[in-house]
């Protein structure tokens, strides 16, 4: 499944959790219908560091619609740290960090190898 991009109302949504989680981080995985990611399944409770994280993936039966991951850096440095990128590949192929302040631009999507990658946005 080719992925066409983020719906607007979705990326919303992960602003506004990482702004509600703040000052920790929320994990979630993005589904995609169609080709379009707008599905969200938030992982129970807030985890401080993204080696909680990992080990919740671990234990995530495989889902053939999933896209990838979405969490929060309330340090607000927009790139993956190292844990990030040994997870990413076990949870789909697009990976949003999303960084204090959660404002509308503070996001980037990343591949499961961590190098950034353009998302298209759409209405
Ligand atoms: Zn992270």
């Not at 985890?47 to 919740?56: K, Q, R």
């Not at 607000?76 to 990030?84: L, M, N, Q, T």
Request: proline letters at 8%; one cysteine or more.
């Amino acid at each position: 499944m080719n992925i066409r991009g983020i719906r607007q109302e979705l990326l919303n949504l992960l602003l506004e959790l990482g702004r509600e989680s703040h000052p920790h981080e929320f994990v979630a995985l993005l589904k995609e219908r169609d080709g379009v990611i707008e599905v969200l399944n938030l992982l129970p409770g807030t985890v401080t560091g993204s080696e909680s994280a990992s080990v919740i993936f671990d234990m995530m039966p495989l889902d053939t619609h999933l896209a990838g991951s979405a969490h929060s850096h309330p340090s607000g440095a927009i790139r993956p740290s190292d844990a990030d990128v040994h997870f990413f590949p076990r949870s789909g192929r697009f990976h949003f960090i999303i960084g204090n302040p959660y404002g509308p631009g503070d996001w980037r999507c990343f591949t499961a190898d961590g190098d950034p990658c353009r998302m298209e946005v759409l209405p």
